[in-house]
């Protein structure tokens, strides 16, 4: 085969994108549900990073720029489209700069789950031995522990239940870390065994390379594809723990940065009192954006699994591969006589040969 039809059967650098190659992949409702998460994945990107040119006032305001307060819980209007919350701050910029929050916590609690959750996996699952029982064993024991109760206590133990800006945020973000290290931990320590046993890894030492290099160059290049499935069902978890933390009282003070959760959790009182306004949206922000990550992640997960994925292309091949299948003769539809040529209640044989009745 020469160079240059090599070069033609290369994909198109559009398509080798991981995204929009699984959004090709996709067909029917697997691929409605993948537009659907992607369409509010990418709002919600959208809207917490131009958020300060979105939200008419600061999350913490509670003034006009005259100087006249807002009110509290005050309805819907041209001045407060959805609202005033009862400690007097406007709903919608609370909603907004809550997105901000939220991608903090994603960032912050993700990539330090990867980083911790993939290094120990990795050394546990190349070395094995009393080390990698270890720390089953430990993994095991934070994951069989109620993830929220977790991530309360730690909470508590790091900032005393509340605190500023990036104080509640790396709280949440470290109490989310850890319910979410044995995760990681698993899917790269199960990869390792699998791998180290393959015959380029036993080369690879035979030729006198390092453990360092045998682990990071080879082990985990190739045990990490389904980190990007984990990411995103891990950050739908991180904002529903973040939520869970500011509504039980646990997350970030309003004056120092705008939580959907604790807006939840002020606005319970107002729901019996017939003010509806000050809980739909924040809920229905929490809503929105979990159903866009998950359907992301469960899409992703689908598409990955070859057992679950369907194709239009593997309907096409199968056509394909029936109209070309020869018996004796020629293929099935031309051969002497062929289906068609079949006597009633005539077949062929496994060799190929007609049997009459």
């Known amino acids: 085969m020469t160079s240059a039809s090599l070069t033609s059967r290369k994909r198109p650098l559009l ?54 307060a807002f009110g509290t819980t005050q309805a819907p209007s041209g001045a407060h489209i959805w609202g005033t919350t009862s400690g007097g701050y406007d709903v ?131 045990s990490t594809r389904t980190l990007p499935l984990i990411f995103t069902l891990n950050s739908s978890e991180a904002i529903l723990t973040l939520a869970g933390l500011g509504f039980l009282g646990f997350g970030i003070e309003p004056t120092a940065a705008a939580e959907w959760g604790f807006d939840l959790n002020k606005a319970v009182d107002d729901v019996t009192s017939g003010i509806w306004w000050t809980s739909i949206y924040p809920g229905l922000a929490i809503v929105l954006v979990v159903l866009g990550i998950t359907l992301v992640g469960e899409s992703l997960n689908d598409l990955a699994d070859p057992r679950l994925r369907g194709r239009r292309r593997a309907a096409a091949a199968s056509g394909e591969v029936a109209e070309t299948s020869v018996v004796p003769g020629g293929v099935l539809a031309a051969g002497p006589g062929g289906v068609d040529g079949l006597e009633p209640g005539g077949s062929f044989s496994d060799e190929g040969i007609e049997v009459r009745p």
């Not at 369409?39 to 979105?54: K, R």
């Open 92 to 222: 919608f910029s609370r909603v907004i700069w809550g997105t901000q929050t939220a991608i903090l916590v994603i960032v912050v609690a993700v990539i330090l789950s990867i980083f911790l959750g993939v290094f120990l996996g990795l050394i546990s699952g190349y070395f094995g031995g009393w080390l990698d029982r270890v720390l089953v064993v430990v993994c095991d024991a934070i994951y069989a522990f109620p993830s929220l109760l977790l991530a309360i206590v730690m909470a508590i133990a790091i900032s005393g239940g509340q605190s500023s800006l990036w104080g509640g945020i790396l709280a949440a973000a470290i109490s989310i870390t850890v319910v979410y290290i044995p995760q990681y931990f698993r899917v790269i320590r199960s990869e390792a065994v699998r791998i180290k046993a393959e015959a380029y890894v036993e080369s690879a030492k035979v030729v006198g390379a390092s453990n360092a290099r045998i682990m990071f160059r080879h082990v985990l290049r190739n």
């Open 15 to 68: 398509d080798r994108i991981p995204v929009v190659h699984q959004l090709r992949q996709s067909v029917g409702l697997q691929r409605g549900m993948l537009v659907a998460g992607l369409v509010l994945t990418i709002l919600f990107l959208l809207v917490a990073m131009f958020a300060p040119l979105i939200a008419p006032y600061g999350f913490a305001q509670l003034k006009n720029a005259d100087g006249t």
